[in-house]
């Protein structure tokens, strides 16, 4: 059974800086993408950033410049450094991450997500 247990979520101000953390746990073989997508009432989920195992990393345009994704494929891990936030950052932010497991395929895996919240 793998899982993704994101934290670092919270209240902070405009301005202000989070950093989220993800760990995915279980039998995992292998990671391929590890991601990080959110979603604001009302509106659909949304990709943030995304890192393949290589190190290449991709950004929406609404953060770039702002966010950070990082890994360390150790402690199969992902990271979002989230700087200059803005309201319109707040959402629940999700990790997910495509992994090699005991079912023998690559698979999509979901955390349950933790809430952002920017607001003065």
């Known amino acids: 059974q793998v899982q993704l247990v994101e934290s670092g979520g919270g209240l902070v101000q405009p301005g202000g800086s989070l950093r989220l953390s993800c760990v995915a746990s279980?039998?995992?073989?292998?990671?391929?993408?590890m991601d990080w997508y959110r979603q604001a009432p009302g509106k659909q989920r949304e990709l943030v950033a995304s890192?393949?195992?290589?190190?290449?990393?991709n950004y929406a345009d609404f953060v770039k410049g702002r966010f950070t994704i990082s890994r360390d494929n150790a402690k199969n891990t992902v990271y979002l450094q989230m700087n200059s936030l803005k309201p319109e950052d707040t959402a629940v932010y999700y990790c997910?991450?495509?992994?090699?497991?005991?079912?023998?395929?690559?698979?999509?895996?979901w955390g349950q997500g933790t809430q952002v919240t920017v607001s003065s």
């Open positions: 890192s393949a195992t290589g190190g290449s990393t």
């Open positions: 997910n991450a495509n992994i090699l497991s005991a079912r023998l395929q690559f698979l999509d895996y």
């Open positions: 279980g039998v995992i073989f292998s990671i391929d993408t």
